[in-house]
């Protein structure tokens, strides 16, 4: 006899539903996220668990990876695209967990990736990465703020950040308080300047772009953290059947509803990767810079446009490209994406 398990996570409990082949409710457990509370849970149906369904949460990978090395065949559901039935005037956890298992029987239950638990650390410490970076952006940015505020004086990004000499120090100096503003900010920054590179060079060291993804750094503004970074979160590229698939998962794609040619609101703008969305925007700006074909397609859209517009525009003709290029395994080509 088959049954289905569905898992309602929480961030400190779980509320387990089985259900056999006909859809009939065989027992339902509220259990602590406890790794042997949870498998003893499902220990007396094991033989006849056909899958069991965890919904996609902050929390899930602990869960997820505990099931798959005890023999389970786990599901990941996507709470975006999950409907609850029509009329329904109750739920709850014990609902929830149920409808999980109901869905995986019917075989309507909308998944999500399961990422490699083998390249999951790698990828989270480049997230980590991300997060120093912003944190030294708003530093720096207060820092760049305090100087022009008080001393009419703009001092450039690299300036503030790098770690062999301190050139702002010069500009605060006749100010006690601001000399100090100064130099904690600056301590701050060098520290966390440090971090993320020594964050680089443990990922370089341990993990390269492997023969699927080895072509990303042809891409303008795309660089080896860049290209580690789209590879870590792209993960299969298989897993997205075409190229708007992909583009909406970088979320670089409008997420409007119009109807005769009237806005009637728009989408959740927050589905997909905000580090792919992230990463292609970091290209963008570095593209601009340095690459004609880029900067000459900016203008052209800028000119109709605004400067978000145009930025938006690049992002999303440079993850399209990164796309095919994953998939196909060839370098950049702009004649064919900016003519």
Known sequence: MQVYAGIDLHANNSYLGVLDADGRRLFKKKLPNDPEMILGGLDPVKKDVAGVVVESTFNCYWLVDLLMDNGYRVHLANPSAIQKYSGLKHSDDVHDAFWLAEM??????????????????????????????????????????????????????????????????????????????????????????????????????????????????????????????????????????????????????????ISNGKSKGKGNTKNGNKYLAWAFSEAVELARRYSPEVQAYYNRKLQRSNRMVAHTAVAHKLARAAYYIIRDQVSFDPGKLFT
């Open 104 to 257: 995986l029987r019917l075989d309507i239950l909308p998944t999500g990736y399961i990422y490699p638990k083998e390249e999951r650390a790698v990828r989270d410490l480049l997230r980590k990465r991300g997060h120093l970076v912003k944190l030294r952006t708003s530093l720096s940015l207060s820092l760049k703020n305090i100087v022009a505020r008080n001393c009419g004086q703009v001092v450039k990004q690299n300036e503030i950040i790098q770690l062999k000499r301190d050139l702002v120090a010069p500009y605060l100096e006749d100010n006690e308080d601001l000399a100090l503003a100064g130099k904690v900010s600056k301590e701050v920054i060098d520290c966390l300047t440090d971090r993320i590179n020594r964050i680089e060079r443990f990922v370089e060291g341990k993990i390269r772009l492997n023969s699927r993804y080895q072509y990303l750094t042809t891409i303008p503004g795309v660089g080896r953290v860049l290209g580690l970074t789209i590879m870590l979160e792209t993960g299969d590229i298989r897993r997205f059947p075409k190229v708007g698939n992909y583009s909406s998962y970088c979320r670089k794609v409008p997420s409007r509803w």
